[in-house]
């Protein structure tokens, strides 16, 4: 979900969740970075509202909706964003990063198909709509048609909270589209504070400036002073969700 950038300072991370000097550091430490993790979580946590949004909840098929979704955002559609021009400025193998998309989106599919035979058929159409958003938003398929900013909140924030929905009960409901807007609109907030947070850490070298108050005092305006409150809102939001998430949980399973 991240746009093309150039090079950087190595000493700066990418994200808030890149150490700095990260590209120094193991693999694994470069491959937690590609997941993604607060995002991630901030997109599982719409899977587990839509999941959970109304009861019974059959806790075998939520488990599989949120690893299914695992698998496509979280592994899959994060590694092909990687492969389009290198974001985040790993050392990953191209190879392994094609690799790891196929996995994740291989074993999504897999377990959709699966849900199609136990749940309904008609998750067939959630399952074709998640592999065309997934592909043509990170590869900019299509002439980058569907690598716009309402793909992304649709996609990321509306959908996964649809398809739960639909896993646990097959069908919609008025409630269901309401969590979606729900859905769509945290995934706004992310990108509104995403998009210049990044472009900082990516693009800006340095900020020059000063902040003048009304009763003559000031503060200098730095980059840092700038990202602050940027990445403070992200975390928040991520966590956030995953403390809705898991309320839910607890009162659909144990309530």
């Not at 002073?225 to 144990?254: F, T, Y």
Request: glycine share 10%; proline share 7%; aromatic share 8%.
């Amino acid at each position: 979900m991240d746009e093309n950038s150039p090079a950087r300072p190595p000493q700066e991370g990418p994200s808030f969740y890149a150490q700095p000097g990260f590209l120094r550091r193991t693999p694994l430490r470069q491959w937690w970075t590609v997941l993604h993790p607060p995002y991630t979580a901030l997109h599982l946590s719409l899977v587990t509202i839509g999941g959970c949004l109304s009861g019974p909840v059959n806790t075998v098929t939520l488990v599989v909706t949120i690893g299914a979704f695992f698998l496509a955002v979280g592994v899959g559609a994060h590694a092909l964003d990687e492969v389009n021009g290198r974001p985040l400025g790993t050392t990953i193998p191209r190879s392994h990063l094609i690799a790891a998309a196929l996995v994740g989106l291989g074993g999504a599919v897999t377990l959709g198909i699966v849900g199609m035979f136990v749940v309904s058929p008609y998750l067939g159409i959630f399952i074709v709509v998640g592999v065309v958003i997934a592909v043509g938003y990170n590869l900019e398929f299509f002439g980058g048609y569907l690598h716009t900013p309402v793909v992304l909140i649709l996609g990321w924030g509306a959908f996964p909270i649809l398809t739960a929905y639909f896993a646990q009960h097959d069908a919609l409901s008025i409630a269901s589209l309401v969590a979606a807007l729900f859905g769509a609109l945290i995934t706004k907030i992310q990108q509104v504070l995403s998009t210049p947070a990044r472009d900082l850490r990516r693009r800006v070298d340095s900020v020059e400036g000063v902040l003048v108050r009304f009763d003559g005092t000031s503060s200098p305006l730095t980059k840092a002073s700038l990202l602050q409150p940027l990445e403070q809102g992200l975390k928040v939001l991520c966590w956030s969700g995953v403390a809705i998430a898991l309320s839910l949980v607890l009162l659909r399973i144990h309530g």
